[in-house]
Every structure is written in C-alpha cells, then in structure tokens.
C-alpha cells in the first residue's frame, strides 16, 4: 500500500487530498472518500487506507480548502466540533460540487 498527500490544482486554485493505493493498481477501482465535518484528519486517512487494504485505490479531498485549508480537528473538543460545523456550512456550495466533480474525472 503506498499513501501520500497530493496537490490538486483547479481551476480556482490548489489544494491538497489524501491518496492511498494498493501496490498493484492496475485494476484497482477507485473511491473517493468524503471527509467528515473535521477535515481530512487521521480517521479519514485510516479510511483511505482500509480500502487501500482491500484494494481500492482511495482519496479523500480537502472540501474546506477554499475557506481554511488542510484543516485537520478531532471530535475529542466541543469547539472542534462547532467549528468544524462552521467550516462544513460556509463550504456547502457549487464550488465542492465542481472539486467533487474534478475527482470523478480524474479518477475515471
């Protein structure tokens, strides 16, 4: 399995997305991962990970970017999660759908 973080760039900008994959990729199917209201934190990556494991090759892309990029909070904190509501409110708007449609395409 390999994982990494990668840099997108768009249209509007750049942003980063977690990518893990199985060795062999050749026929691997792809997933992307849609991040939680707390970004793309350690559980996300351990859920790309797990379908690396069971051989899909999994992204998880930075949704807040355009408004706070790489966030990163954890569900352990009452303001990590009033926060990451917040940042989850301001970022529901076409531009996710374009970066989610960037994603479809380029794993296509």
Known sequence: MVQHAIQIRVPDGTFSAYLSRPSDTSLA????????????????????D???TAGFLALCPDLFWRLQPEVELT?????ARHRGLHYNAACASSANTRTLRFFRDYLA
């Open 29 to 48: 199917p792809a997933i992307v991962v849609i991040q939680e209201i707390f970004g793309v934190n350690a559980d996300m990556r351990e859920t790309c």
């Open 50 to 52: 797990s379908f690396a």
């Open 75 to 79: 569900d352990q904190h009452a303001f």
